[in-house]
Nanobody, 115 residues
């Protein structure tokens, strides 16, 4: 059974930084492309950043230049470094495979940037 364990969410003032981590149990991590997704109140879930199994990354335009996705296959862990945070980054952040698997969503981690 796959489990995803999050850390690093919280409340931060605009302009601040946070680093999210997602540790994935089971054998799915190293062979799969992975992504960070987020869902803000009243909005649809969206992809924020994705990273291939080889480490190539792509970003949503809204976070390009501010967020950095990375992964450590030896630790089955993916990271999202978020800098220059804005109130519109407030959301629940999730990690999942690319394409997503509905069984992996889990609770995510809350990021709050007050306006």
């Amino acid at each position: 059974q796959v489990q995803l364990v999050y850390s690093g969410g919280g409340l931060v003032q605009a302009g601040g930084s946070l680093r999210l981590s997602c540790e994935v149990s089971g054998s799915i991590f190293s062979a799969n492309d992975m992504g960070w997704y987020r869902q803000a109140p009243g909005k649809l879930r969206e992809a924020v950043a994705v990273i291939t199994s080889a480490g190539s990354a792509e970003y949503a335009d809204s976070v390009k230049g501010r967020f950095t996705i990375s992964r450590n296959n030896a630790k089955n862990t993916m990271y999202l470094q978020m800098n220059t945070l804005k109130p519109e980054d407030t959301a629940v952040y999730y990690c999942n495979t690319v394409p997503t698997n509905r069984d992996y969503w889990g609770p995510g981690t809350q990021v709050t940037v007050p306006s």
